[in-house]
Nanobody, 112 residues
Framework: QVQLVESGGGSVQPGGSLRLSCAAS????????KAWYRQAPGKERELVAV???????NYADSVKGRFTISSDKSKNTVYLQMNSLKPEDTAVYYC??????WGKGTLVTVSS
C-alpha cells in the first residue's frame, strides 16, 4: 500500500516562496512518475508539474519559471519549490504518484 504525505504549505505574501514536500511509503517510489496538482476553491484540480522516471520535468504554463519539481529517491520524497508566488497560486496542493496514488493535500495561501 502506497501512502503519500504532503507538508510545507502555509500562508505567504505575494512574491514569497514555499517548498512543498511529499514523502512516500513503499519501495517502488523511483519506478513511477511523480506529479503535483492543485485545486483552487471552486475550480477543478489541475496539473502543476510532473517529473518522469528519467528526471524529465514539465510544468503548467502558469508556473513555468517560478516552480521547480524535484525528487530524492534516497528519501522517497518529491518536492515542489515555489518562488514568486502570486495570489492565484492559492490552492490545496496534492502529490500524485504513478497517476494513481494521492496524498491528502496541503493548503497554500498567497495573500497580502
Amino acid at each position: 500500500q502506497v501512502q503519500l504525505v504532503e507538508s510545507g504549505g502555509g500562508s505567504v505574501q505575494p512574491g514569497g516562496s514555499l517548498r512543498l514536500s511529499c514523502a512516500a511509503s513503499g519501495r517502488f517510489f523511483s519506478a513511477y512518475k511523480k506529479a503535483w496538482y492543485r485545486q483552487a476553491p471552486g475550480k477543478e484540480r489541475e496539473l502543476v508539474a510532473v517529473i518522469s522516471v528519467s528526471g524529465t520535468t514539465n510544468y503548467a504554463d502558469s508556473v513555468k519559471g517560478r516552480f521547480t519539481i524535484s525528487s530524492d529517491k534516497s528519501k522517497n520524497t518529491v518536492y515542489l519549490q515555489m518562488n514568486s508566488l502570486k495570489p492565484e497560486d492559492t490552492a490545496v496542493y496534492y502529490c500524485n504518484l504513478a497517476g494513481s496514488y494521492w496524498g491528502k493535500g496541503t493548503l497554500v495561501t498567497v495573500s497580502s
